[in-house]
């Protein structure tokens, strides 16, 4: 997460029922949720052999974890390609990725049949925060929330700015997708080079945050950030026109 847990509780004040966490890899994120209280968590893997140390890894009185590829449509069959870091693996073919990171490759398959979010989640257990991180497939994961989106007040995914893999959401894809479902886009941090970042939606109706938390989060940024002036500078008139517009709705 280029967001880190610790930023969007301190600096944004989010304090979720729980999260929702698409695309889990090997939970790098539990520690944290479990220090800043957003537990329980929900995890969902495609990837078989992650799902094994999943199970073993988290508190299963904190963490549930689900072996699921995750679409928009129930029962399609879809071939997974794994990796040879296991983080980039797919649903999709490597489209830009492969001029940036020649050295990872597909090394396997695994034939899967998908499954929507809704097919998987109980409206009971619905968190409010849901954290998307599956390679390219995040507008279908959205898409396949179906009702449960009326549930969530926050979602953290990654976005795309170019095809970084074939036929991948793109961010003005999901910001159109979002908009009409009551969200605005909050804050980006983009890896410039490469197309891609993380992104922060947060519901319309969500209090707005005070000045002062505004500014200490951009202060925050600046000084992180430090070496690389000219993305910050950027990040900065990005993230201050949305939040005007987050503000101003």
């Known amino acids: 997460m280029y967001i880190t847990v610790s930023e969007l ?3 944004w004040n989010i304090a979720p029922t729980g999260v929702l966490h698409v695309g ?12 800043f209280g957003w537990t ?3 995890w969902v893997e495609a990837q078989p052999n992650l799902v094994e140390i999943l199970a073993t890894k988290l508190d299963s009185s904190k963490h549930k974890v689900i072996e699921a590829a995750v679409w928009e449509e129930d029962g399609v069959p879809l071939k997974l390609h794994i990796a040879s870091n296991s983080q980039s693996t797919s649903l ?3 489209g830009t990725h492969s001029d940036f990171h020649p050295d990872i490759t597909y090394v396997s398959e695994v034939n899967v049949l998908t499954k929507r979010l809704d097919s998987l989640i109980k409206p009971e257990e619905m968190p409010n925060f849901v954290n998307l991180d599956i390679q390219g497939v995040e507008l279908s994961a959205l898409k396949g929330l179906g009702k449960l989106l009326d549930f969530v007040d926050y979602i953290y995914t990654e976005v795309n700015r170019t095809n970084v893999y074939r036929d991948c959401s793109r961010v003005e894809d999901i910001d159109s997708f979002l908009k009409l479902n009551g969200f605005r886009r909050a804050s980006t941090r983009w890896l410039w080079l490469e197309g891609w970042g993380d992104a922060l939606y947060i519901r ?4 707005n945050r005070r000045k002062l938390q505004i500014f200490r989060y951009f202060f925050h940024q600046i000084f992180f950030y430090k070496p690389q002036a000219k993305r910050i500078l950027w ?3 990005i993230n201050l026109s949305h939040f005007y517009k987050v503000r101003k709705h």
């Open 24 to 35: 889990a890899h090997l939970g790098e994120e539990a520690s944290d949720y479990e220090k």
């Open 92 to 94: 999709l073919n490597f």
């Open 204 to 207: 319309n109706d969500v209090s």
């Open 9 to 11: 509780s301190k600096y």
């Open 40 to 42: 329980p968590a929900i």
């Open 235 to 237: 990040t900065i008139v």
